[in-house]
């Protein structure tokens, strides 16, 4: 046997650690998961769900204008969100308008009525989101990239698997 060399009183204990970090981590995680479960699975009362909905689309709003350069407050984007832009403003506050409509004909499907991804829904996106904005003519185009033309003049390739570029 082995253990020959050492005294019968003697043994050795293995200490387990603790492992505090990685059960705190878990039970969060689980805490968290579970939290999940009860927001899908419960719906909010409807009264509290149209005042979330409208306060994160005017969020949405109000943070799209920073990306456009041109920044605008929560009230004036709350405006925008219930459609009650003036007159003289409807010009100015267009892209966010064609925005909210946007949102709007993607609020409308759901999982009976989806559509699938095609390149006919990214056009008609399109058009939506810049109505107004830029000419006409130039909404919902497909455009080409010049490098993909420049590949099927010279080596002959298909043009569908280049890189085509709505307006």
């Not at 405006?79 to 004909?105: M, V």
Request: hydrophobic residues 40%; charged residues 30%; proline residues 4%.
């Amino acid at each position: 046997m082995v253990r020959d060399h050492l005294p019968a009183s003697v043994f050795t204990i293995m200490k387990t650690p603790k492992y505090t970090l990685t059960n705190l981590m878990l039970d969060y995680i689980v805490k968290y998961e579970l939290a999940i479960k009860d927001i899908k699975y419960n719906p909010l009362p409807e009264k509290y769900k149209s005042i979330i909905e409208e306060k994160y689309a005017t969020e949405d709003i109000m943070k799209m204008s920073s990306l456009v350069a041109s920044p605008i407050g929560y009230n004036k984007a709350l405006i925008i969100q219930r459609g009650q832009e003036t007159p003289s403003e409807r010009k100015k506050l267009k892209i966010f308008t064609n925005f909210r409509n946007a949102k709007d004909f993607l609020r409308s499907y759901n999982n009976r009525s989806s559509l699938k991804p095609s390149i006919e829904l990214a056009m008609h996106l399109n058009r939506l989101i810049l109505k107004d904005v830029v000419d006409d003519w130039d909404v919902g185009k497909l455009r080409v990239s010049l490098k993909s033309q420049m590949r099927y003049m010279i080596h002959g390739t298909k043009i569908e698997t280049s890189i085509l570029i709505l307006i």
